[in-house]
Nanobody, 117 residues
Framework: QVQLVESGGGLVQAGGSLRLSCAASGRIFSSNAMGWYRQAPGKQRDLVATFTGDGTTTYADSVKGRFTISRDNVKNTIYLEMNSLKPEDTAVYYC???????????WGQGTQVTVSS
C-alpha cells in the first residue's frame, strides 16, 4: 500500500508563486518515479513534471523555466515550486508515484491551484 498526501494549493495572483508538497508513505523506494500532473475543467489530465529514480527530471513545455520539481529522499517527499504563475496554470494538481513492487500507479487526492488575473 502507498499513500500520497498533497498540500500547498491555494489562490494566488498572476505572477506569484506557490510550492506544492507531496509526502509518500508505505512500501516505497527512492528508485520509484514520482511526479505531478494537472487537470483543468473539461480537459485531459496532463503531465507537469517528473522526477525519476536516477535523478532525471522532465517538464511539460508549458511550464519549462517557471516550475521546478525536487525530491527529498529522507522525507520521501516531492515538491513543485511554481513561479511566474499564469491564469492558464489553474487546475487540480495531482501527485503521482509508479510502484514496480505493486506494478501499478498511485495518485494523491489532488489539490486546487487557482491563479487570478
Amino acid at each position: 500500500q502507498v499513500q500520497l498526501v498533497e498540500s500547498g494549493g491555494g489562490l494566488v495572483q498572476a505572477g506569484g508563486s506557490l510550492r506544492l508538497s507531496c509526502a509518500a508513505s508505505g512500501r516505497i523506494f527512492s528508485s520509484n518515479a514520482m511526479g505531478w500532473y494537472r487537470q483543468a475543467p473539461g480537459k485531459q489530465r496532463d503531465l507537469v513534471a517528473t522526477f525519476t529514480g536516477d535523478g532525471t527530471t522532465t517538464y511539460a513545455d508549458s511550464v519549462k523555466g517557471r516550475f521546478t520539481i525536487s525530491r527529498d529522499n529522507v522525507k520521501n517527499t516531492i515538491y513543485l515550486e511554481m513561479n511566474s504563475l499564469k491564469p492558464e496554470d489553474t487546475a487540480v494538481y495531482y501527485c503521482h508515484l509508479f510502484s514496480d513492487y505493486y506494478s501499478r500507479d498511485f495518485w494523491g487526492q489532488g489539490t486546487q491551484v487557482t491563479v487570478s488575473s
